[in-house]
């Protein structure tokens, strides 16, 4: 059975530095990775896919994610956090046919 | 931009009472999807329609919930009688297609306590 990790449960890092909230995924096929954010007390907000191809995905905010197959991760990063983006994190994997699997998610705070 | 609309945003009520949410999907998408997230955790499918009919159902507690896609566009979940763990977000959720590649765009969710 597929499933996602999100091995910390905060990541904190200072406005101006880079960020990096960790995703691993456990599937036996080919996997679809997603990362989503959530703002409190709101739906979740689609940042990024990966589907096939390029392994560096660019989404939207200028946050990024680099599917490694190898490591069976699937990190989202952004050269330059700002406050704005202290938010909770979703990574999400699913294969063909399948639902989409949630990880438990990563609460990043971004201080000033 | 469109959005995924649902109502209430937000619902209180008692143990053994009836609750129901609804949401309106994007407009052309033929996929909806009904999520339950718990505090603290990411969220889970409960149902998916392509059109009317219902996909995947297979998490859902059918001996207390139901949902319906009457027309293939707006949809309802139901809730007979709630209990006290049924207190959770209700995030609905739409897609252009049935792909697994498709992008799932959500709506505001509906935050539901039961006392």
């Known amino acids: 059975a597929q499933s996602v990790a999100q091995p910390e449960d905060q990541v904190n890092v200072a406005e101006g530095n880079p960020l990096t909230v960790k995703c691993t995924y456990s599937?036996?096929?080919?996997?679809?990775l997603f990362w989503y954010v959530q703002y409190p007390n709101r739906g979740l907000q689609f940042l990024l896919k990966?589907?096939?191809?390029?392994?560096l995905v660019k989404g939207s905010y200028g946050f990024e994610a680099e599917f490694n197959k190898s490591q069976t991760s699937f990190h989202l990063k952004k050269p330059s956090a700002l406050v704005s983006d202290s938010a909770l994190y979703f990574c999400?994997?699913?294969?063909?046919?399948?639902?989409?699997?949630f990880g438990k998610g990563t609460t990043l705070s971004v201080s000033s | 931009e469109a959005e995924v609309a649902q109502s209430p945003r937000y619902k209180i009520t008692e143990k053994s009472q009836a609750v129901a949410f609804w949401c309106d999907p994007i407009?052309?998408?033929?996929?909806l999807y009904w999520y339950r997230q718990i505090l603290g955790q990411g969220p889970e499918l409960l149902v998916q329609?392509?059109?009317?009919?219902?996909?995947?159902d297979s998490q859902l507690p059918k001996d207390r919930f139901s949902a319906e896609r009457l027309k293939g566009v707006d949809s309802t979940l139901k809730i007979q009688p709630a209990e006290l763990g049924d207190s959770a977000m209700y995030l609905c959720?739409?897609?252009?297609?049935?792909?697994?590649?498709?992008?799932?765009?959500f709506g505001p969710g509906t935050r539901l306590t039961v006392l």
């Open positions: 959720a739409s897609s252009p297609h049935r792909g697994s590649t498709d992008t799932q765009y």
């Open positions: 599937v036996s096929g080919n996997p679809y």
């Open positions: 990966y589907i096939t191809g390029d392994n």
């Open positions: 999400a994997v699913r294969e063909e046919g399948t639902a989409l699997i």
């Open positions: 407009s052309g998408h033929a996929t």
């Open positions: 329609f392509q059109d009317e009919s219902v996909v995947d």
